[in-house]
């Protein structure tokens, strides 16, 4: 089974940018979709990025256009790349194996432990 380590969150001024990775060990992204979810404080996990075979991917709309997801499978790294943040992206960013081509947190079933991403304004 697949062991999922986010990196890469911090503290960032509104309008910065940060690069989420996500690295697995114990089997190849080849075989899962891959996903970014975040949840902020009181609210439900969300989905933002999913991408499946390196090819097909899907954003929220509250990202698309300043998240960026891709992965190295040499790496075996996934990556987010995050720009023109605001201070609603701040929440706990998570990555997650998966199946199917989907932002629903529950077709996903292996999951990180996070990586609180902080923006002020």
């Known amino acids: 089974q697949v062991h999922l380590v986010e990196s890469g969150g911090d503290s960032v001024q509104s309008g910065g940018s940060l690069r989420l990775s996500c690295t697995a060990s114990?089997?190849?992204?080849?075989?899962?979709?891959m996903g970014w979810f975040r949840q902020a404080l009181g609210k439900e996990r969300e989905g933002i990025a999913t991408?499946?075979?390196?090819?097909?991917?899907a954003y929220a709309d509250s990202v698309k256009g300043r998240f960026t997801i891709s992965q190295d499978n040499a790496k075996n790294t996934l990556y987010l790349q995050m720009n023109s943040l605001k201070p609603e992206d701040t929440a706990m960013y998570y990555c997650?194996?998966?199946?199917?081509?989907?932002?629903?947190?529950?077709?996903?079933?292996?999951w990180g432990q996070g990586t609180q991403v902080t923006v002020s304004s």
């Open positions: 997650a194996a998966g199946t199917y081509l989907s932002l629903a947190p529950s077709f996903f079933a292996t």
């Open positions: 114990g089997a190849t992204y080849s075989g899962y979709c």
């Open positions: 991408i499946c075979s390196a090819v097909r991917l």
